[in-house]
DNA sequence: GTCTATAGCGAGATAGAC
DNA sequence: GTCTATCTCGCTATAGAC
């Protein structure tokens, strides 16, 4: 008896997405049950298969709605020529976008090993055309002389794992407000590149 | 008394430590099922019962002693007046000893989310111990004019990021040794601290 | 579109033979 | 010290009622 009328599927799919985000975030994709999220979104286990195949690509598609969100963002900047000012861009970009979307940032670095091999190619790949964005803006900078580096690859290696960090210590409401942690950030990014 | 033991469990602990550190580090622990570390040991699993309490504690056990291994060696350096010479210590210290046992590093920090809270914090505490060892010798040498940075301690997380990606990229065989990364970083850590 | 119910499977952990 | 056998539980995914 007793069935859940008047439901709207219009926002269950979303409710879905965010209920598994969150949980897999916090306790891994191993360790989150189909049950679980269902509880989460007010509706019966079996009622997630009306929105994904299966519990794999729920994960994928959380990934890759997350990495096509990135390389948009990313696109969407304004062209700069001049190297120093892109990579200043592109660290306050980084960093910005990436504390908004904690969740999703952990999951995509995280649940990588959970994918499967032709969903980890497809993610692999996103990543990569991210990384060497940041490659680029480096190699132009070394080339001009504007910036000081060994390795263009290596250092938007390091830099981005320097960036994505912050991640994992900034809470809101601590001592230090976004925009000084983005200064702070900016002012050792710029020196290790030798700017 | 002292009867002799069958010599092969003198072999299997470790095995089982060894066996569940890669296991661990490859899929998650929540992805590994205690037959699957028994098999790659050799054993039934309800042998692994022998050596361990429960799966969380093989998991704690891991963490716990990959914490005190760390803070042992760090322990172990050589002291250093230098703000510079200790930087440069620590950096080396901390590329060498994180690449050499990356699935034990993988699992620290990924694997933090799986433990009871109880053991969640003393392995918290063991990690904030080396940050803090980090983040002296950078305030050491901001007070000295050795160093310009805004914030010691915020330095200390952006360099452990940037040192600890290292275990994602580097590979073994790869077009550069890990002496020339260990010069690279150290330039970059130099140079980001204003040293 | 969501519910109840359940098939089919594999998990963690334990008991007792050898 | 290790094995076989098993208990009990919770999981993913599906079927069919409403």
Do not use: C
């Amino acid at each position: 008896m007793a069935r859940k009328k008047n439901s709207s599927a219009e926002t269950t799919r979303p409710r879905i997405r965010e209920a598994a985000l969150r949980l897999f975030a916090r306790h891994g994709y191993a360790a989150v049950s189909m049950r679980q999220i269902a509880t989460e979104v007010g509706v019966q286990a079996g009622t997630l298969y009306l929105y994904t195949a299966d519990k794999q690509t729920l994960l994928f598609d959380l990934m890759q709605a997350h990495m096509q969100d990135l390389l948009a963002a990313l696109a969407a900047l304004p062209a700069q020529d001049d190297p120093l000012a892109a990579l200043e861009q592109f660290t306050r970009f980084h960093l910005r976008h990436h504390r908004a979307r904690q969740d999703a940032v952990f999951i995509s670095y995280m649940e990588l090993r959970n994918l499967e091999p032709e969903n980890f190619e497809r993610i692999e790949a996103m990543r990569r055309a991210y990384e060497a964005h940041l490659a680029g803006i480096l190699a132009r900078g070394k080339a001009t002389g504007t910036f000081d580096l060994p390795d263009a690859k290596l250092a938007a290696y390091a830099l981005i794992a320097m960036l994505t960090g912050v991640t994992t210590w900034y809470r809101e409401g601590g001592p230090l407000s976004l925009a000084r942690v983005e200064d702070i950030y900016w002012d050792m990014v710029q020196k290790a590149v030798g700017a």
